[in-house]
């Protein structure tokens, strides 16, 4: 009997203990807050192997933090090494061990922040973007209303300790409801959720959902650590966790705008309402029916989002009627409570709320102040793996580019400038090869500027700057004529052949170099040789210095075999028609033909050096390398005119095709019956009779003739080399027509595939044809073969393409280029032949201020020799001629050194006019159409600076501009003003000789 009342009255004791530690938490606090004082994390020096991250949860995976060690891993492996990493408490560390989410204070807003090389912002994001900044700036009408609907108790200061992450009263409640969800699954019913729970739900769990009762420990464990984490008083936290509740609330996403969180940026997004409007509204009484209408209405707005959350993608997008209709039953219930008065419940059950058309549109921005900084978001893209930067601005990341922010404004001010014709006369840049003021329209001009300063070990981008109002950077994101920029390319191509040749002979005597002479097949070979024998100077530098004197001639009159045939080229200036100029004097005036002759020499050299000799290849007809090069031509030219056929043909029907194909041909009977017979080989005589008589309607044609007919060109009777003859089309549009009449769906690359031996068979004539006829494809082969090799010694040196136009004008441009390739080329001149990174991002700083934080900065830089430094000085040398006294002359003195001095500057001009001809018969012009019209300068200022300008006009309207390289020339004078503090050491902090500075 005692030991009955005495279990009894334990029992009373411990629920009376439980009833008051479920009303004041003070055990939870005294335990919970002893274990939170060890939990924290430090930044420490160098990468932390035992690193922890969060493995899943939308707010996790939107600010980056799942994907921090794979970002790491892609920056060590590339130029980066972590300098500083998170290290977590041993608390911390068994805490997430044992499956906690990490507990610090988060961030309400994150977002990407990318600053110039001294530390100034250069772009700034934060999502959400419209917050509550502190408790103070919730309106009460706001806070009550959250509270009475989520979590009653969480501000209730009679207990300070209160473990905001349980209401037991609820939980309870929700615990008592489970029998109902294991009877009818599927039936909604109250949760015992509390703010506090729901966002770690939400933040940090799978897909934010409670996937079963682990997590939902999960949530309430961590939420209840993180509550104490600042002492036992929880009263701060409290109102921390209603202001990142209403901050952070996920409310689904719209299309336009993406994902919404938070209901600030939740009444932007769905209604328009701006946040600062309606917390003012709500805030102030209602002094009149107009006021309390909009008070009204802001406050259904809030109430809708607020219901919302619960299920948002429905409530927002599927069903607003029933979102509608859940507002209006809790506005009867909060005026029932006392938490809105009758007036505000009227006045709001009376409006219904109208949700926005269209999301809100961007804000406004200037593609052309944000260009550098969008160039430097793209770079971002690549080098974290990141795909679109909608996700790459949510990351919880500051990257510091190498960019100088003042110089990059001025440059930027001065382009904005330039559709202004008084600004661009003012400038000098109106006149003879300039523009023409009166008749171009300037607006239509782009301007493209970039600037690197040279570092012992890399390329430190300065500026990147254009005036077009679009996201396109033309400096890396197009592939444009530049016109004689190529022969820069070409000289350093030139100049390597012959260090290389130096290398191979300049050790040999005479006799042996004599016997080489003899052998070389090549001007190239014959002439370094020559040089060699009679030279008493046999340094490299003496023999490039000789090569540039080497001379050429500029005659025009010359037609050179390259590119599939006949071609003639002209000189910008016909004075230097007659003229024989060294290759100095050819590059200081950018003379065309000595240029496309030198072309021919590289293009001969590496003929030479391609392991079979050419002259036999050519001169003997039982040569074996004689049917593969063949072989190789039939197949190319077969799949270009394959390519061209399947363009015309893939839209049409079996019967379109037949049609189209039949019209190509003269409407005589014989000419039909091969081409119906082929394509549609097992069509009956019936069909055979009904399609000649109707493409031959006014012919009379006897049922005899046309089963002669039927009969003669009948399937496998003649090679479809002799079909096309026949028919008169050629034989491999014969076969694509007949392939698509059974195959109507085949892709390009199918077709392709499929026609291989029909390539092969409709040159079958090739193979047969006279000597000379087969030499003049052999030889297209073997300068494709010569400029393959061109392509990989220009890839070497930066090229950005994978191929050059296998033709000799791609000495004077014809293969294109890139404004950024040829500034990396210059670097690689300016750096005595070592090519080394071209860096815009020094450091990348993730998740600043939280147990993930990772400071990421340059690791060792090594640069890779590309040529030798004496090509690298011939050149320099070469375009400090063309700046002093060439083509580029305007810009000579213009930029000083601190003495006053003119500071030395070197480059190449180059203008590309691309223009569609179309010929007609006899090689006739019928039509030139322009397509483009660029110009360009790629210079070098000082030892220490290089860059790229130019000048584009895009599209038919090109036709009307005469600029030339001249323009670019003189707008890079113009800018001298925004560059010369850059420039000058002592004026701004720039890269120094020993190591890079402000970086």
């Given amino acids: 009997m005692l030991l009955g009342v005495a279990i009894l009255a334990a029992g009373a004791g411990i629920a009376a203990f439980g009833v008051e530690e479920a009303r004041t938490s003070r055990l939870q606090a005294r335990l919970l807050s002893g274990y939170a004082e060890g939990i924290g994390f430090s930044l420490r020096e160098g990468p932390n192997p035992q690193a922890r991250y969060p493995t899943a949860g939308p707010y996790d995976e939107r600010l980056g933090y799942t994907a921090i060690p794979g970002y790491l891993k892609a920056l060590t492996q590339d130029l980066y090494a972590v300098e500083m990493q998170a290290v977590l408490s041993p608390s911390l560390d068994r805490f997430m061990a044992l499956g906690g989410n990490a507990v610090y204070p988060e961030k309400t807003r994150a977002g990407l922040t990318l600053q110039d090389r001294n530390g ?332 690197f300063e040279r570092g012992p070990d890399a390329n430190y981008m300065r500026v990147q700057a254009d005036n077009l109002d679009q996201p396109l950077d033309i400096n890396e994101g197009a592939k444009l004529d530049l016109g004689s920029t190529a022969k820069l390319r070409t000289l350093v191509s030139y100049l390597e052949i012959m260090a290389e040749l130096h290398t191979r002979y300049a050790h040999l ?247 291989a031996r029909e390539r092969q068979e409709s040159y079958a004539w090739l193979f047969k044809a006279r000597q000379a006829a087969q030499n003049t494809r052999i030889r297209i082969g073997l300068e494709e073969e010569a400029f393959q090799r061109i392509a990989e010694s220009w890839k070497r040196l930066g090229y950005p393409f994978e191929s050059l136009t296998p033709s000799l004008a791609t000495a004077i441009g014809s293969s294109a280029d890139r404004p950024a390739a040829l500034a990396e080329l210059m670097g690689i001149l300016l750096n005595d032949g070592v090519r080394v990174p071209s860096v815009r991002v020094k450091k990348l700083h993730f998740a600043a201020g939280t147990p993930f934080e990772a400071v990421v900065g340059l690791g060792p830089l090594e640069g890779k020799r590309v040529l030798r430094p004496e090509i690298c000085r011939a050149a320099l040398k070469a375009l400090m001629d063309v700046a002093q006294n060439g083509t580029a002359k305007r810009v000579w003195g213009t930029f000083k050194d601190p003495a006053g001095q003119p500071l030395p500057i070197g480059g190449k001009t180059g203008t590309g006019d691309h223009r569609l001809d179309r010929y007609g018969p006899g090689g006739r012009l019928i039509e030139s159409r322009a397509v483009a019209r660029t110009a360009t300068f790629v210079f070098y200022l000082g030892d220490r600076f290089f860059g790229t300008m130019t000048a584009f006009v895009q599209g038919p309207e090109a036709d009307g501009y005469h600029f030339t390289s001249a323009l670019p020339a003189q707008l890079l004078k113009s800018l001298a003003p925004a560059l010369q503090p850059l420039l000058v050491p002592g004026m701004q902090t720039t890269a120094e000789t020993a190591r890079p500075t402000g970086l």
């Fill in 120 to 451: 100034a912002n250069l772009y700034s994001v934060r999502y959400p973007e419209r917050v509550f900044n502190r408790f103070e700036e919730v309106p009460p009408l706001v806070a009550d209303t959250l509270l009475f609907i989520e979590n009653r108790e969480l501000l209730d200061d009679s207990e300070p300790r209160r473990n905001p992450a349980v209401e037991w009263d609820r939980f309870a409640g929700a615990v008592a409801t489970l029998p109902v969800q294991w009877v009818r699954p599927g039936q909604r019913v109250a949760g015992g959720s509390t703010l506090a729970t729901q966002i770690e739900k939400y933040r940090h769990s799978p897909d934010g959902q409670t996937t079963g009762a682990t997590e939902k420990l999960r949530q309430m464990v961590s939420a209840s650590l993180r509550a104490y984490i600042d002492g036992e008083d929880t009263s701060a936290q409290r109102r921390r966790i209603l202001v990142d509740y209403l901050n952070s609330t996920p409310l689904t996403a719209r299309p336009g705008f993406g994902e919404v969180n938070g209901l600030g940026d939740g009444l932007w997004a769905w209604f328009g309402t701006d946040l600062t409007v309606a917390s003012k509204v709500l805030r102030e009484p209602a002094m009149d029916l107009r006021s309390l209408q909009l008070k009204a209405l802001a406050y259904k707005q809030v109430l809708s989002l607020i219901l919302a959350q619960r299920r948002p993608s429905h409530y927002l997008i599927a069903d607003r009627e029933a979102l509608d209709r859940l507002a209006n039953s809790h506005l009867r219930l909060l005026a029932d409570s006392g938490v809105v008065d009758a007036a505000l419940r009227d006045a709001a059950l009376a409006l219904k709320v109208e949700f926005r058309e269209d999301a809100p549109p961007p804000p406004t921005t200037s593609f052309v102040e944000q260009k550098a900084p969008n160039a430097i978001r793209a770079r971002l893209l690549g080098m974290l793996g990141v795909p679109s930067l909608y996700q790459l601005d949510r990351l919880d990341l500051t990257a510091q580019s190498t960019l100088d922010a003042p110089t990059q404004a001025r440059v930027v001010e001065t382009l904005g400038k330039l559709a202004d014709p008084t600004f661009a006369a003012q400038i000098g840049l109106t006149g003879e090869r300039l523009l023409d003021a009166k008749t171009n329209d300037l607006s239509k001009i782009i301007y493209s500027f970039t600037l």
């Fill in 509 to 755: 005597p005479k006799d042996l170099l004599a016997d080489v002479g003899e052998e070389a097949s090549d001007n190239l070979t014959r002439w370094a040789v020559e040089w060699l024998t009679t030279s008493r100077d046999r340094s490299l530098t003496a023999m490039l210095d000789a090569a540039m004197e080497r001379r050429y001639s500029a005659s025009p009159g010359e037609a050179f075999f390259t590119g599939g045939g006949l071609h003639s080229f002209v000189n910008f200036n016909p004075l230097d028609n007659g003229s024989i100029l060294t290759v100095t004097q050819s590059l200081r005036n950018s003379v065309n033909l000595p240029f496309i002759r030198m072309m021919r020499e590289i293009v001969q050299f590496h003929i030479a050096e391609g392991g079979e000799d050419s002259g036999d290849i050519l001169h003997k007809p039982d040569h074996p390398a004689r049917q593969a090069y063949l072989a190789r031509f039939a197949d190319k030219e077969g799949a270009e005119f394959l390519n061209r056929f399947y363009t015309d043909y893939r839209k049409r029907t079996p019967d379109e095709a037949l049609a189209r194909l039949a019209s190509r041909s003269r409407p005589v009977p014989y000419r039909l019956a091969v081409i119906f017979r082929t394509v549609r080989p097992k069509a009956d005589l019936a069909a055979f009779t009904a399609f000649l008589r109707g493409r031959l309607p006014d012919a009379a044609l006897s049922d005899s003739e046309l089963s002669r007919l039927y009969a003669q060109y009948a399937p496998g009777k003649f090679p479809l080399n002799d079909l096309g003859y026949l028919a008169r089309v050629h034989p491999l549009e014969l076969w694509l027509v007949k392939h698509l009449q059974t195959n109507p769906e085949a892709k390009r690359q199918e077709v392709l595939d499929a026609s």
